[in-house]
């Protein structure tokens, strides 16, 4: 199994679950269910590769205060190395809204008060250690972090959730590619909904840029992936009973990244992944309901699974009170 490291912010959430979104003025919503739990993109990606058994590590910054040490912690239930977390300041907060009716969340966040990890902060023979960097942004450090990766024979992957140019700029350094629909309909200004077919070409052009994996995910629709040797699928998702989307598409990016670990190829790992993602989604936040490996095998294979794990981790998050 190679060892995964990542480089992000890792972020505290308050996840409401109301029984709609309020819409006028004076509107208002009953709480259905709240829970604490850990966030951020790639941090949460780690809690899935942890999850489905595979070596991770975290790098960056994190609070010092109470919510950092919630995280450090949720980090370690996860199996996460946090030896070299920097941690500085307040953490990062969000209020996470989320309803059965819409299915989707809205997210109000404070960002946080700490002090930037830097080039100089990097552990270059630590990072040296492992075989995939994960990324969630296109800064000075993730450029250093991919350099370090490629110089000892590491891949280097990355969430592109949301389109911007430094994450353009940057796919010369980028092995596997992982965007959103929204990544996808900026770059090409077409609409998702169009049929699978007319990805392919599109993201052939992505891997002419760089990266020799493209993978995009479209929600409940499932993902696509194409290659830079031309193999090209799309992956329907999964039928299940949502309960809530948060951190879905950061959990696809950790089962996404476990399965290259453990050497799966490129299409097997994106249906891999759309399963991952699927059940995670019969949970509240984005930690809950991350599956483990037996389960996701099980739904893979007979559409069922023994959700013992997810009601323990269930009745865990919603027992803090912070």
Same mark, same amino acid.
């Given at each position: 199994? +190679? +060892?995964?490291?990542?480089?992000?912010?890792p972020?505290?959430?308050?996840?409401?679950?109301?029984d #709609?979104?309020?819409?006028?003025?004076?509107?208002?919503?009953?709480?259905r269910?709240t829970s604490w739990?850990?966030g951020?993109k790639?941090?949460?990606?780690l809690?899935a590769?942890?999850?489905l058994?595979?070596?991770?590590s975290?790098i960056?910054v994190?609070?010092?205060?109470?919510?950092?040490?919630?995280l450090?912690?949720?980090?370690?239930?996860?199996?996460?190395?946090?030896?070299?977390? !920097?941690r500085?300041?307040?953490?990062?907060?969000?209020?996470?809204?989320? *309803?059965?009716?819409?299915?989707?969340?809205n997210?109000?966040?404070?960002?946080?008060?700490?002090r930037?990890?830097?080039? *100089?902060? !990097?552990?270059?023979?630590?990072?040296?250690?492992?075989?995939i960097?994960?990324?969630?942004n296109?800064?000075?450090?993730?450029?250093r972090?991919?350099d370090?990766?490629?110089e #000892?024979?590491g891949?280097?992957?990355?969430?592109?959730?949301t389109?911007? %140019?430094?994450?353009?700029?940057?796919?010369?350094? !980028? *092995?596997?590619?992982?965007?959103?629909?929204?990544?996808?309909?900026?770059?090409f200004?077409?609409?998702?909904?169009?049929?699978p077919? #007319?990805f392919?070409?599109n993201?052939?052009?992505?891997t002419?840029?760089?990266p020799?994996?493209?993978?995009?995910?479209?929600?409940?629709?499932?993902?696509?992936?194409?290659?830079?040797?031309?193999?090209?699928?799309?992956?329907p998702?999964?039928?299940v009973?949502?309960?809530?989307?948060?951190g879905?598409?950061?959990?696809? #990016?950790g089962?996404?990244?476990?399965?290259?670990?453990?050497?799966?190829?490129p299409?097997?790992?994106?249906?891999f992944?759309?399963?991952?993602?699927? !059940?995670?989604?019969?949970?509240?936040?984005?930690?809950?309901?991350?599956?483990?490996?037996?389960?996701? %095998?099980?739904?893979?294979?007979?559409?069922?699974? *023994?959700?013992?794990?997810?009601? %323990?981790?269930?009745k865990?998050?919603?027992?803090?009170?912070?």
């Open positions: 199994m +190679k +060892k995964i490291i990542a480089y992000g912010m972020f505290m959430d308050f996840l409401v679950n109301i #709609h979104l309020p819409t006028g003025k004076n509107d208002g919503a009953r709480i269910k739990q850990g951020g790639v941090s949460t990606a809690a590769v942890g999850q058994g595979g070596i991770s975290m960056g994190i609070g010092a205060d109470s919510y950092g040490s919630f450090i912690e949720d980090f370690k239930y996860y199996n996460v190395d946090t030896s070299h977390l !920097i500085d300041g307040s953490n990062g907060f969000s209020v996470v809204l989320s *309803d059965p009716v819409t299915k989707g969340r997210i109000l966040a404070r960002s946080p008060k700490c930037p990890y830097t080039v *100089d902060d !990097i552990d270059e023979e630590f990072v040296a250690s492992h075989d960097l994960h990324l969630e296109a800064n000075d450090v993730s450029r972090l991919a370090i990766m490629h #000892h024979g891949i280097v992957s990355i969430d592109a959730d389109y911007n %140019e430094g994450i353009q700029n940057m796919l010369d350094r !980028i *092995d596997v590619f992982i965007g959103s629909e929204f990544y996808y309909n900026s770059l200004g077409e609409d998702s909904s169009l049929q077919i #007319h392919k070409e993201m052939k052009k992505v002419e840029w760089g020799s994996i493209v993978v995009f995910t479209f929600g409940e629709r499932g993902s696509a992936v194409y290659t830079k040797e031309g193999e090209f699928a799309y992956l998702g999964f039928e009973e949502t309960v809530d989307t948060v879905a598409g950061d959990v696809y #990016h089962a996404y990244v476990y399965a290259l670990a453990a050497d799966y190829d299409v097997r790992a994106a249906e992944a759309n399963a991952v993602a699927a !059940i995670k989604c019969t949970g509240i936040g984005g930690r809950a309901g991350i599956p483990d490996l037996s389960m996701t %095998e099980s739904f893979l294979k007979t559409g069922k699974y *023994d959700d013992t794990l997810l009601r %323990e981790k269930d865990r998050y919603e027992s803090f009170n912070l």
